[in-house]
Protein backbone atom coordinates (compact mmCIF):
# COMPACT_ATOMS: atom_id res chain seq x y z
CA UNK A 1 0.00 0.00 0.00
CA UNK A 2 1.25 3.84 -0.79
CA UNK A 3 1.63 5.79 1.75
CA UNK A 4 -1.21 9.04 1.26
CA UNK A 5 1.82 11.29 1.91
CA UNK A 6 5.58 11.67 1.05
CA UNK A 7 7.61 13.99 3.51
CA UNK A 8 9.35 16.87 1.83
CA UNK A 9 12.86 18.17 2.90
CA UNK A 10 14.43 21.09 1.87
CA UNK A 11 18.39 20.59 0.30
CA UNK A 12 20.10 20.85 3.80
CA UNK A 13 17.73 17.71 4.49
CA UNK A 14 16.28 20.04 7.96
CA UNK A 15 13.47 21.42 7.23
CA UNK A 16 10.22 19.24 6.84
CA UNK A 17 7.51 20.86 4.45
CA UNK A 18 3.90 20.70 5.27
CA UNK A 19 1.83 17.46 3.93
CA UNK A 20 -0.53 17.65 1.26
CA UNK A 21 -3.44 16.45 3.76
CA UNK A 22 -2.79 19.97 5.23
CA UNK A 23 -2.26 22.04 2.02
CA UNK A 24 -5.29 20.58 -0.06
CA UNK A 25 -7.57 20.65 2.65
CA UNK A 26 -10.91 23.73 1.76
CA UNK A 27 -12.87 23.31 4.42
CA UNK A 28 -16.15 25.37 5.71
CA UNK A 29 -16.19 23.82 8.85
CA UNK A 30 -15.28 25.85 11.45
CA UNK A 31 -13.20 23.18 13.46
CA UNK A 32 -11.26 21.29 10.97
CA UNK A 33 -9.98 24.48 9.58
CA UNK A 34 -8.93 25.42 13.18
CA UNK A 35 -7.34 21.73 13.05
CA UNK A 36 -5.63 22.07 9.94
CA UNK A 37 -4.47 25.25 10.48
CA UNK A 38 -2.88 24.75 14.29
CA UNK A 39 -1.55 21.91 12.58
CA UNK A 40 0.21 24.57 10.28
CA UNK A 41 1.07 26.95 12.63
CA UNK A 42 2.77 24.18 15.05
CA UNK A 43 5.12 22.65 12.25
CA UNK A 44 5.79 26.92 11.23
CA UNK A 45 6.85 27.62 15.05
CA UNK A 46 9.18 25.02 15.13
CA UNK A 47 10.82 26.19 12.06
CA UNK A 48 10.91 29.81 13.59
CA UNK A 49 12.15 28.73 17.21
CA UNK A 50 15.39 27.34 14.66
CA UNK A 51 16.84 24.66 17.37
CA UNK A 52 19.77 24.68 14.90
CA UNK A 53 20.92 28.65 14.16
CA UNK A 54 20.42 27.76 10.22
CA UNK A 55 17.45 30.25 9.74
CA UNK A 56 18.18 33.63 8.78
CA UNK A 57 14.80 34.81 10.56
CA UNK A 58 15.41 38.84 10.24
CA UNK A 59 15.58 38.16 6.24
CA UNK A 60 12.52 35.64 6.32
CA UNK A 61 10.27 38.50 8.13
CA UNK A 62 11.69 41.20 5.94
CA UNK A 63 10.73 39.48 2.55
CA UNK A 64 7.31 38.73 4.52
CA UNK A 65 7.16 42.52 5.08
CA UNK A 66 7.52 43.07 1.84
CA UNK A 67 4.89 41.07 0.55
CA UNK A 68 2.52 42.07 3.14
CA UNK A 69 2.93 45.92 2.19
CA UNK A 70 2.58 44.61 -1.85
CA UNK A 71 -0.84 43.03 -0.98
CA UNK A 72 -2.09 46.08 1.26
CA UNK A 73 -0.98 48.37 -1.57
CA UNK A 74 -3.72 46.73 -3.74
CA UNK A 75 -6.21 46.99 -0.65
CA UNK A 76 -5.95 50.55 -1.29
CA UNK A 77 -5.91 50.04 -5.49
CA UNK A 78 -2.29 51.08 -5.96
CA UNK A 79 -0.67 49.43 -8.56
CA UNK A 80 3.13 49.05 -6.87
CA UNK A 81 5.14 45.62 -7.13
CA UNK A 82 7.77 44.35 -5.21
CA UNK A 83 10.37 46.01 -7.72
CA UNK A 84 8.58 49.28 -6.76
CA UNK A 85 8.81 48.96 -3.01
CA UNK A 86 12.45 47.77 -2.94
CA UNK A 87 13.21 50.86 -5.15
CA UNK A 88 10.95 53.31 -2.93
CA UNK A 89 13.12 52.25 0.15
CA UNK A 90 16.56 50.62 -0.80
CA UNK A 91 17.37 53.89 -3.59
CA UNK A 92 16.27 56.85 -1.12
CA UNK A 93 19.16 58.98 0.24
CA UNK A 94 18.44 60.91 4.17
CA UNK A 95 16.01 62.74 4.70
CA UNK A 96 14.58 61.90 1.05
CA UNK A 97 10.23 60.96 1.14
CA UNK A 98 9.30 57.66 0.85
CA UNK A 99 6.12 57.98 -0.67
CA UNK A 100 3.17 55.90 0.52
CA UNK A 101 4.42 52.60 -0.58
CA UNK A 102 8.00 53.23 1.16
CA UNK A 103 6.06 54.60 3.83
CA UNK A 104 4.24 51.07 3.95
CA UNK A 105 7.11 48.59 3.51
CA UNK A 106 8.88 50.61 6.56
CA UNK A 107 6.53 50.17 8.97
CA UNK A 108 5.47 46.50 7.91
CA UNK A 109 9.61 45.84 8.38
CA UNK A 110 9.58 47.97 11.38
CA UNK A 111 6.85 45.44 12.99
CA UNK A 112 8.50 42.51 12.49
CA UNK A 113 11.73 43.28 14.17
CA UNK A 114 9.61 44.73 17.50
CA UNK A 115 11.12 42.58 20.32
CA UNK A 116 7.70 41.45 21.88
CA UNK A 117 9.43 40.50 25.33
CA UNK A 118 11.09 43.52 25.94
CA UNK A 119 9.74 46.73 27.68
CA UNK A 120 8.36 49.16 25.67
CA UNK A 121 7.19 47.43 22.62
CA UNK A 122 3.09 48.71 22.79
CA UNK A 123 4.87 51.76 22.35
CA UNK A 124 6.32 51.18 19.55
CA UNK A 125 4.01 48.75 17.96
CA UNK A 126 1.86 52.19 18.62
CA UNK A 127 3.93 54.86 16.70
CA UNK A 128 3.53 52.24 13.59
CA UNK A 129 -0.29 52.58 13.20
CA UNK A 130 -2.46 56.04 12.69
CA UNK A 131 -2.97 58.06 15.27
CA UNK A 132 -6.93 57.48 15.65
CA UNK A 133 -5.78 53.42 16.27
CA UNK A 134 -3.14 53.96 18.39
CA UNK A 135 -5.24 53.14 21.68
CA UNK A 136 -5.94 49.74 20.24
CA UNK A 137 -2.53 48.70 20.97
CA UNK A 138 -4.15 48.71 25.47
CA UNK A 139 -6.39 45.93 23.80
CA UNK A 140 -4.37 43.32 22.51
CA UNK A 141 -4.41 40.61 25.29
CA UNK A 142 -7.66 41.01 26.13
CA UNK A 143 -9.21 38.42 24.09
CA UNK A 144 -9.49 34.40 24.89
CA UNK A 145 -9.13 31.35 22.73
CA UNK A 146 -6.90 29.92 20.25
CA UNK A 147 -3.84 32.22 18.50
CA UNK A 148 -5.79 32.31 15.34
CA UNK A 149 -9.20 32.89 17.52
CA UNK A 150 -7.68 35.64 19.41
CA UNK A 151 -5.96 37.47 16.10
CA UNK A 152 -9.53 36.97 14.59
CA UNK A 153 -11.26 38.53 17.30
CA UNK A 154 -8.72 41.96 17.08
CA UNK A 155 -9.00 42.29 13.59
CA UNK A 156 -12.75 41.96 13.11
CA UNK A 157 -13.00 44.60 16.18
CA UNK A 158 -10.63 47.22 14.15
CA UNK A 159 -11.84 46.52 11.07
CA UNK A 160 -15.24 47.19 11.93
CA UNK A 161 -13.80 50.20 13.41
CA UNK A 162 -11.60 51.41 11.43
CA UNK A 163 -12.28 49.95 8.10
CA UNK A 164 -10.23 51.41 5.60
CA UNK A 165 -6.89 50.99 7.91
CA UNK A 166 -6.28 47.42 6.71
CA UNK A 167 -2.86 47.30 6.72
CA UNK A 168 -2.59 48.59 10.44
CA UNK A 169 -5.80 46.40 11.75
CA UNK A 170 -3.59 43.26 9.63
CA UNK A 171 -0.29 44.10 11.55
CA UNK A 172 -2.38 44.01 15.07
CA UNK A 173 -3.47 40.51 14.10
CA UNK A 174 -0.12 39.56 13.11
CA UNK A 175 1.33 40.95 16.73
CA UNK A 176 -1.71 39.13 18.56
CA UNK A 177 -0.89 35.92 16.79
CA UNK A 178 2.77 36.09 18.12
CA UNK A 179 2.13 36.73 21.64
CA UNK A 180 -0.70 34.31 21.76
CA UNK A 181 1.85 31.57 20.33
CA UNK A 182 5.02 32.99 22.21
CA UNK A 183 6.84 34.45 19.30
CA UNK A 184 9.47 36.75 19.89
CA UNK A 185 8.54 38.77 17.10
CA UNK A 186 5.65 39.39 14.85
CA UNK A 187 5.60 37.68 11.48
CA UNK A 188 3.33 39.09 8.84
CA UNK A 189 1.32 35.79 8.12
CA UNK A 190 -2.17 37.38 6.77
CA UNK A 191 -2.07 40.60 4.87
CA UNK A 192 -0.42 38.44 1.47
CA UNK A 193 -3.33 35.63 2.36
CA UNK A 194 -6.56 37.14 3.11
CA UNK A 195 -8.30 38.25 0.30
CA UNK A 196 -9.63 41.15 -0.66
CA UNK A 197 -13.29 39.96 -0.45
CA UNK A 198 -13.05 37.93 2.78
CA UNK A 199 -11.29 41.31 4.47
CA UNK A 200 -14.73 43.16 3.10
CA UNK A 201 -16.66 40.65 4.68
CA UNK A 202 -15.30 40.90 8.07
CA UNK A 203 -15.33 44.61 8.13
CA UNK A 204 -19.18 44.23 7.23
CA UNK A 205 -19.63 41.52 10.38
CA UNK A 206 -20.73 39.05 7.57
CA UNK A 207 -19.77 35.57 7.63
CA UNK A 208 -17.25 33.87 10.48
CA UNK A 209 -13.77 35.72 10.29
CA UNK A 210 -12.24 32.82 12.29
CA UNK A 211 -13.06 30.70 8.94
CA UNK A 212 -11.18 32.99 6.87
CA UNK A 213 -8.25 33.48 9.01
CA UNK A 214 -7.69 29.64 9.55
CA UNK A 215 -7.66 28.92 5.56
CA UNK A 216 -5.21 32.26 4.88
CA UNK A 217 -2.91 30.56 7.84
CA UNK A 218 -2.30 27.10 5.83
CA UNK A 219 -1.41 28.94 3.07
CA UNK A 220 0.87 31.31 4.67
CA UNK A 221 2.48 29.04 6.77
CA UNK A 222 2.95 26.55 3.55
CA UNK A 223 4.46 29.38 2.27
CA UNK A 224 6.55 30.83 4.72
CA UNK A 225 8.14 27.17 5.61
CA UNK A 226 8.89 27.24 2.04
CA UNK A 227 10.76 30.59 2.05
CA UNK A 228 12.42 29.15 5.61
CA UNK A 229 13.69 25.98 3.59
CA UNK A 230 15.02 27.90 0.64
CA UNK A 231 16.69 30.56 2.55
CA UNK A 232 18.29 28.21 4.93
CA UNK A 233 19.76 26.30 1.75
CA UNK A 234 21.31 30.35 0.60
CA UNK A 235 22.24 31.60 4.01
CA UNK A 236 24.03 28.49 4.38
CA UNK A 237 25.90 29.01 1.04
CA UNK A 238 26.75 32.52 2.18
CA UNK A 239 28.38 31.51 5.16
CA UNK A 240 30.48 29.25 3.73
CA UNK A 241 32.09 31.70 1.46
CA UNK A 242 32.87 34.18 4.18
CA UNK A 243 37.09 32.91 4.29
CA UNK A 244 36.90 34.14 0.69
CA UNK A 245 36.20 37.67 1.37
CA UNK A 246 39.11 39.73 2.28
CA UNK A 247 37.46 43.14 2.07
CA UNK A 248 37.76 44.75 5.50
CA UNK A 249 34.06 44.93 6.88
CA UNK A 250 32.60 42.08 4.43
CA UNK A 251 31.70 40.30 7.73
CA UNK A 252 29.56 42.69 8.37
CA UNK A 253 28.28 43.21 4.95
CA UNK A 254 26.95 39.56 4.87
CA UNK A 255 25.38 40.54 8.18
CA UNK A 256 23.44 43.01 6.15
CA UNK A 257 22.66 40.38 3.29
CA UNK A 258 20.90 38.30 6.08
CA UNK A 259 18.45 40.50 7.46
CA UNK A 260 17.03 42.59 4.57
CA UNK A 261 15.82 41.74 1.67
CA UNK A 262 17.30 44.09 -0.62
CA UNK A 263 21.12 45.56 -0.32
CA UNK A 264 22.09 49.03 -2.17
CA UNK A 265 25.76 48.86 -2.39
CA UNK A 266 25.55 53.21 -2.32
CA UNK A 267 22.93 52.94 0.27
CA UNK A 268 23.58 50.29 2.74
CA UNK A 269 27.27 49.29 1.99
CA UNK A 270 28.86 53.08 1.10
CA UNK A 271 30.27 55.43 2.75
CA UNK A 272 29.73 53.33 5.78
CA UNK A 273 28.25 49.70 6.33
CA UNK A 274 24.42 49.98 7.95
CA UNK A 275 24.66 50.14 11.22
CA UNK A 276 28.55 49.34 12.09
CA UNK A 277 31.26 51.55 11.53
CA UNK A 278 32.99 49.83 8.72
CA UNK A 279 33.69 52.44 6.13
CA UNK A 280 33.24 51.18 2.39
CA UNK A 281 34.36 53.08 -0.41
CA UNK A 282 31.20 52.80 -3.38
CA UNK A 283 33.91 51.14 -6.04
CA UNK A 284 34.75 48.22 -2.95
CA UNK A 285 31.04 48.07 -2.20
CA UNK A 286 30.02 47.28 -5.86
CA UNK A 287 33.22 45.31 -5.92
CA UNK A 288 32.17 42.79 -3.59
CA UNK A 289 28.29 42.49 -4.71
CA UNK A 290 29.71 41.34 -8.11
CA UNK A 291 32.03 38.63 -6.49
CA UNK A 292 29.34 37.58 -4.27
CA UNK A 293 27.29 37.29 -7.40
CA UNK A 294 29.73 35.45 -9.53
CA UNK A 295 30.40 32.83 -6.51
CA UNK A 296 26.40 32.54 -6.52
CA UNK A 297 25.29 33.28 -2.96
CA UNK A 298 23.64 36.60 -4.02
CA UNK A 299 21.71 37.74 -7.02
CA UNK A 300 20.98 40.94 -8.32
CA UNK A 301 17.24 41.64 -8.28
CA UNK A 302 16.64 44.53 -10.56
CA UNK A 303 18.42 43.64 -13.98
CA UNK A 304 19.46 47.25 -14.39
CA UNK A 305 23.08 48.32 -15.52
CA UNK A 306 22.65 51.09 -12.74
CA UNK A 307 21.32 51.56 -8.88
CA UNK A 308 21.35 47.81 -8.89
CA UNK A 309 20.04 46.12 -5.15
CA UNK A 310 21.17 42.40 -4.62
CA UNK A 311 19.95 39.69 -2.33
CA UNK A 312 19.94 36.54 -1.10
Known amino acids: MKPTTKPVFDDTQSIQLLP ?73 RAGDALGPAGNMFVAWRKSARIDLTRPGWKD ?51 VTLARAIGWSR ?5 AAHLARKDIRAIADGAGNPSLSLHRAIIVACDGAIRDAADLVRRATKLQAI ?21 VSP ?34 ELTGRATFRLYGV
Open 186 to 190: PVPLF
Open 124 to 174: RLGKLLPASMAEAVSELGAHAGTPVGQASQILAAMLRQFPREESAALMLAD
Open 20 to 92: RWVTSSRTEVIETGAFMSGAALAMLDVVLRDSCGTLPGALLRDRMALDATVACLKLENRNENTSDVRDAVCLA
Open 242 to 262: APKLRAKGSDEALALFLSHDA
Open 266 to 299: SGMLSPMIQGTSFAMTGRAARRLCDRLVELGVVR
